[in-house]
Nanobody, 122 residues
Framework: QVQLVESGGGLVQAGGSLRLSCAAS????????MGWFRQAPGKQRELVAV???????NYADSAKGRFTISRDNAKNTVYLQMNSLKPEDTAVYYC????????????????WGRGTQVTVSS
């Protein structure tokens, strides 16, 4: 099992900034992908930004130029710096990780955090 601990959500005015953190612990031999998704009320969960195997980063178009994902490999932690926030960024932000749990494992389980609320007021 893998546990994800998210922090950093909150209420901010439009134009403001927030920094989210997500730390993974547990049965992790290798992290294959780790990043952030979000879900606004009445909408489907969507990608925000994610590190994928090899160190590449995928950003949603809505995040490009405003959000920056970074990581601390030693701590199995990813961060999401969100600047120039807009009311439409209001959502529950979820951390997601895809791991190889042990050496030689054929499985690659996927885990979600509980989510952290981000609310941007106009």
């Amino acid at each position: 099992q893998v546990q994800l601990v998210e922090s950093g959500g909150g209420l901010v005015q439009a134009g403001g900034s927030l920094r989210l953190s997500c730390a993974a612990s547990g049965s992790i031999f290798r992290i294959n992908a780790m990043g952030w998704f979000r879900q606004a009320p009445g909408k489907q969960r969507e990608l925000v930004a994610v590190f994928i195997s090899g160190g590449s980063i995928n950003y949603a178009d809505s995040a490009k130029g405003r959000f920056t994902i970074s990581r601390d490999n030693a701590k199995n932690t990813v961060y999401l710096q969100m600047n120039s926030l807009k009311p439409e960024d209001t959502a529950v932000y979820y951390c997601n990780v895809l791991v190889t749990p042990t050496y030689g494992s054929a499985s690659a389980p996927n885990y979600w955090g509980r989510g952290t609320q981000v609310t941007v007021s106009s």
